[in-house]
């Protein structure tokens, strides 16, 4: 079984630039999710899919960030504009079903604001 | 009071021997425990999947919980190099559903 697939890996940019990052989930997972990982942190939920509705966005800073999932499939992640606080790793992650089902999460693009 | 604590570490231990990786939590709410394993630039690995209190072994990982205590270990028998790692405790419960994780321990394992 092929894993959560995100790209690109690794991403440099100056601030007030934009960005997006790609992720594809596990064939049939229903539910997707973004994660930021700041250095030494764990994951922070940013939003989450079920199909192709948003679930939970609350954590989403949404004056630079967006989502969106069309098809119920794969997933981009925009910020724009970038903030120096934005670096980090943003984490792709997918589950047959939303509720208790066990996440599996892709390698991460980590990004980089100059 | 953050909703889970975990040590940071740096954790360093010889080859061979018990790791005890630790997590506390305050929301009673909390049903589901897990433990991911990081290898540095990579994503988390799910290694261990609970629910509620007692015991899981996998191997060389036994999970355990004690929900009275609102408490979670994860031990790391005849540890090897291999195990180095970040290792993320996670939970979640009730009707938000939400992931919560803890901090992360660095554990090295030295041949």
């Known amino acids: 079984e092929a894993g959560v697939a995100q790209s690109p890996r690794y991403k440099i940019i100056e601030k007030r630039q934009s960005v997006a990052f790609w992720c594809n989930p596990i064939?049939?997972?229903?539910?997707l999710y973004w994660y930021q990982q700041i250095l030494g942190q764990g994951p922070k939920l940013l939003i989450q899919?079920?199909?192709?509705?948003?679930?939970?966005d609350s954590q989403l800073p949404k004056d630079r960030f967006s989502a969106e999932r069309l098809k119920g499939v794969d997933s981009t992640l925009k910020i724009q504009p970038a903030k120096l606080e934005d670096s980090a790793v943003y984490l792709c992650?997918?589950?047959?079903?939303?509720?208790?089902?066990?996440?599996?999460f892709g390698d991460g693009t980590r990004l980089s604001i100059l | 009071q953050k909703e889970v604590e975990q040590d940071p570490g740096p954790l360093s231990v010889p080859e061979g021997a018990i790791v005890s990786l630790n997590c506390t939590y305050s929301?009673?709410?909390?049903?589901?425990f897990m433990w991911y394993r990081q290898y540095s630039r990579k994503g988390p690995e799910l290694l261990m999947y609970?629910?509620?209190?007692g015991n899981k072994e996998d191997g060389r990982f036994t999970a355990q919980v004690d929900k009275s205590s609102k408490y979670i270990s994860l031990f790391i028998r005849d540890s090897q190099p291999s195990d180095s790692a970040t290792y993320l405790c996670?939970?979640?419960?009730?009707?938000?559903?939400?992931?919560?994780f803890g901090k992360g321990t660095l554990l090295t394992v030295n041949p």
């Open positions: 899919f079920q199909n192709n509705g948003v679930v939970d």
């Open positions: 996670a939970m979640t419960g009730g009707s938000n559903y939400k992931l919560t």
């Open positions: 992650a997918s589950s047959l079903e939303g509720g208790y089902q066990p996440q599996h």
């Open positions: 064939s049939g997972h229903a539910t």
């Open positions: 929301n009673s709410a909390f049903q589901y």
């Open positions: 609970t629910y509620s209190s």
